[in-house]
C-alpha cells in the first residue's frame, strides 16, 4: 500500500469532513443560528389549529453551540388544550403572556399558571396544558434538544 504524503492526507480528511457535514444536514435541520436577530411578532405566519386556536412559528434551527431549538407562539382559546397531554425528549419552557391556564406535569398533578409564569418540563417528562380561564391565553414555547425535535 502506497504511503500519503502530508497534501494527500489532509485533501484526505478535508473530504471525511464534508462527508460527516453532509451526513449530519439529512438527519438534523441545519437552519444557520449563529447571526443575531429581531424577529417582529406582526411578521409572523400565522397558523390556524384545530382547536380553534393559532400559532406563529418564530424559529427553528440549530444554534452554533450544537443544540436545536424551536420557538413559537400559541393562542388557545378558553377551555381548549393544544394536544393531550405527552412527552418528548426535548426540553421545554412555557412563558406565558396573557389568560389563566392549568399546567400537569410528570406528577399527575394540576397547578394554575398565569401571565408572567413560566413552566419547565424536562426531557421524557408527562406534561399538559389546558387554558381554564374566560379569555385567550397567550404564551411561547421554547423547545431545545441535542438534533432535531
Do not use: C, W
Amino acid at each position: 500500500m502506497k504511503t500519503m504524503n502530508r497534501r494527500e492526507m489532509v485533501g484526505a480528511l478535508s473530504a471525511f469532513a464534508f462527508l460527516a457535514t453532509v451526513a449530519e444536514a439529512q438527519t438534523t435541520d441545519t437552519t444557520p443560528m449563529a447571526e443575531s436577530k429581531v424577529f417582529r411578532f406582526h411578521a409572523l405566519p400565522v397558523v390556524k389549529n384545530a382547536n380553534g386556536g393559532e400559532t406563529r412559528a418564530v424559529m427553528h434551527g440549530t444554534l452554533p453551540t450544537g443544540e436545536f431549538v424551536e420557538v413559537h407562539e400559541t393562542m388557545l382559546p378558553p377551555g381548549k388544550q393544544p394536544h393531550p397531554a405527552h412527552k418528548h425528549r426535548n426540553t421545554e419552557y412555557v412563558l406565558i403572556r396573557q389568560g389563566m391556564l392549568e399546567y400537569t406535569g410528570n406528577d399527575g398533578k394540576a397547578e394554575p399558571v398565569g401571565v408572567g409564569d413560566v413552566i419547565y418540563s424536562a426531557s421524557n417528562q408527562m406534561h399538559g396544558l389546558k387554558n381554564v380561564g374566560t379569555t385567550n391565553a397567550n404564551y411561547f414555547i421554547v423547545s431545545i434538544s441535542h438534533g432535531q425535535l
